[in-house]
């Protein structure tokens, strides 16, 4: 919910997130936009803005009054050096911004002109990959925000064979040990791998006893609500098959958790075994604490959407058709692959050799 400073409920913004609630998006969407929408609102009252008729140029204010604020000090005693946000950051909450708004425009809070002003129509010259124009082009004229910054778009992060085995490596509980190898052996999202039940887990070689008809070990990812609100962006069902080696990490974890009387009538997969409460379903929260620290002890970033990268990295660099990694990785559009893409020096290098020995001879084309 979205409080004023005199803890009033501010009734347009708490209808806004519970319309992300109703359209069951996840819940960590509605933590990501509930500061965002609040924030705009208290800029909104601090500079005298009807925030309701900001203008296009009381939106181009609020967008630069992000990067140009300083970000409150998190230090209590000794003096920290001060921080900004960066531009993508200001886009992002702009976005949200803009969808507010929009959202208030259909309850008709927000007026047309309003909601008109938040986007521009764009002309694109250059398709993304997967992209149909359409057969007249029909589909190249776009809505395009029209209040955002231009930032270079940086490349998505993913772990190498040698980082992966590191971050493995650092494991020291069974548990921890198969979250990181089923998201760098799956492909899974984390709210996919929070999200599943014991009764998703088919690991032996024929599961016809269980009603499945999937050959071989696999799990299910399924979109459904969860007491840990972990959540499958994925509408569609899927199964993806896993290896032996994952097996045996599930069935050592099995043991480590049959320790744990607290967890033994428990139906998620993933739940608390080493700190109170005992048993309960592990949260996103709990996820991001277990890499926060296994990345500072390896000594770089890791993040669990970073192995899912690494996934899709991997079997696309190993000729894995990209039709079967769209699907184990529960894409709909093939646009959706791009991110997942990764080159190395070592490729590169590769590409550029391959072509001056074609060129000398040396190898066919």
């Keep these: 919910m979205v409080v004023s400073s005199e803890y009033e409920l501010h009734m347009e913004a708490c209808a806004f997130l ?138 998505y992060e993913w772990l190498n064979p040698e980082q992966f085995a590191r971050i493995l490596g650092l494991t020291r509980r069974a548990r921890d040990r198969f979250l990181v190898a089923l998201l760098a052996g799956t492909g899974m999202r984390i709210g996919e791998a929070l999200g599943l039940r014991r009764e998703d887990m088919h690991l032996l070689s024929n599961s016809s006893a269980l009603g499945c008809q999937v050959a071989g070990p696999h799990v299910h990812v399924r979109r459904r609500q969860n007491s840990n609100g972990a959540l499958a962006k994925a509408r569609m069902p899927r199964s993806i098959p896993v290896t032996a080696e994952l097996v045996t990490f599930y069935a050592d974890y099995c043991f480590e958790r049959d320790q744990v009387a607290e967890a033994a009538d428990v139906d998620m997969v993933f739940v608390n075994l080493f700190r109170a409460p005992l048993g309960r379903a592990m949260t996103y929260h709990n996820a991001k604490d277990l890499f926060d620290r296994l990345a500072k002890q390896a000594g770089f970033e890791a993040r669990p959407h970073m192995l899912r990268h690494t996934a899709a990295t991997t079997w696309i660099r190993n000729k894995v058709p990209r039709d079967v990694v769209k699907d184990l990785m529960g894409h709909v559009a093939d646009s959706s692959m791009a991110p997942y893409v990764h080159t190395t020096d070592e490729d590169k290098r590769e590409a550029v050799e391959r072509v001056a020995a074609i060129r000398k001879g040396q190898v066919q084309a």
């Design 18 to 155: 519970a319309s992300l609630r109703m359209a069951a998006r996840s819940i960590n969407t509605e933590r990501t936009y509930a500061p965002r929408v609040a924030l705009y609102l208290s800029y909104c009252a601090d500079h005298g803005l009807d925030w309701k008729k900001p203008g296009l140029t009381g939106l181009a204010r609020f967008l630069h009054w992000l990067v140009d604020e300083p970000l409150p000090s998190q230090a209590r005693k000794k003096p920290v050096k001060v921080r900004f946000r960066e531009k993508k950051t200001a886009n992002q909450i702009m976005t949200t911004v803009c969808q507010f708004l929009r959202f208030c425009g259909m309850q008709g809070w927000v007026d047309t002109e309003t909601v008109n002003q938040l986007s521009e129509q764009k002309y694109l010259a250059y398709l993304p990959e997967g992209f149909n124009p359409g057969e007249d082009g029909q589909f190249r004229t776009v809505r395009a925000k029209a209040i955002k910054f231009e930032v270079a778009v940086e490349g």
